[in-house]
């Protein structure tokens, strides 16, 4: 899945709410296809951050370039070329709707709200074409086989395990074929192993072009480190993934 991905800078960068700062003092430079990881723990402002660079919610201090878009002014700019996946309280999948459901779904509003007019007005069996590609290519690059599932595509979001759940959040997410892939909690309550094989994943879709920013307790050798830990003497408050979540509708959608 060759994607152009983006570069990442950040200086200085920070948020803050009406208890404290979600994060402060934030540094980073990351090339195009880059894999970066949000390190830190629990409550430390790692989704505010990953939202923040997604064009999700508006920093208050700093600035950061994401793609050429300098935020916290181009937040819609960076909202168009970024996708999130497995953000609670925004990307969160629908327990009762079916794998295959789920993707028909994201493929059918990538169609009519993602794509040109233009390609609105091709054939319906070329446009239909062009949906069945886009799913499987997405799928793919996720690492998530259908056919592995208990009952394939019909299989109920409620019957996943959870390494399978992840890679159905990143495969919507990579429908939209977003040069910025954000994946929230990537390594909550996942085993040793299931880990490393997520890792590897986003890893493959980075070298590939992508740039993939991931959220995790603890970061992997060779990928761009950001830390949220906050220092002893700063003035840091505990957000919980919904605060962060509230926060992002005061400026876009997912």
């Given at each position: ?6 570069a990442v ?6 948020l ?5 700062w979600?994060f ?7 090339e195009p ?19 923040a ?7 208050t201090?700093?600035?950061?370039t994401v ?5 916290p ?21 629908d327990p ?10 994201r ?5 009519r709200?993602?794509?040109?007019v ?9 446009r ?13 690059a ?6 592995a599932?208990p009952?394939?595509?019909?299989t ?27 994946v ?20 493959s879709?980075?070298a ?9 307790s603890e970061a ?17 408050r ?7 979540t ?9």
């Amino acid at each position: 899945m060759a994607v152009d991905g983006v570069a990442v800078t950040a200086e200085g960068l920070g948020l803050k709410g009406p208890r404290g700062w979600a994060f402060r003092g934030i540094d980073l430079t990351a090339e195009p296809g880059a894999l970066i990881a949000v390190e830190g723990p629990s409550g430390s402002g790692r989704t505010s951050l990953l939202l923040a660079l997604t064009g999700r919610m508006k920093a208050t201090e700093g600035t950061a370039t994401v793609g050429g878009a300098r935020l916290p002014k181009q937040l819609a700019a960076v909202r168009r070329f970024s996708a999130p996946a497995h953000v609670a309280g925004l990307t969160d999948l629908d327990p009762a709707l079916t794998v295959g459901e789920h993707l028909r779904e994201r493929a059918l509003l990538q169609r009519r709200f993602g794509d040109s007019v233009r390609a609105l007005l091709r054939p319906r069996e070329e446009r239909t074409a062009e949906a069945r590609l886009r799913i499987d290519t997405a799928l793919a690059a996720a690492g998530l086989d259908r056919e592995a599932l208990p009952k394939g595509a019909r299989t109920a979001v409620r019957d996943l395990e959870r390494p399978e759940a992840l890679r159905l959040s990143i495969a919507l997410a990579l429908i939209g074929r977003p040069r910025l892939l954000a994946v929230d909690d990537l390594d909550l309550k996942l085993s040793d192993a299931e880990r490393v094989e997520a890792w590897a994943q986003l890893g493959s879709l980075a070298a590939a072009g992508t740039t993939v920013l991931a959220v995790c307790s603890e970061a992997p050798e060779g990928a761009v480190k950001v830390s949220t830990r906050p220092e002893p003497e700063q003035d840091t408050r505990t957000e919980t993934g919904k605060e962060a979540t509230d926060a992002f509708t005061a400026t876009g959608r997912a």
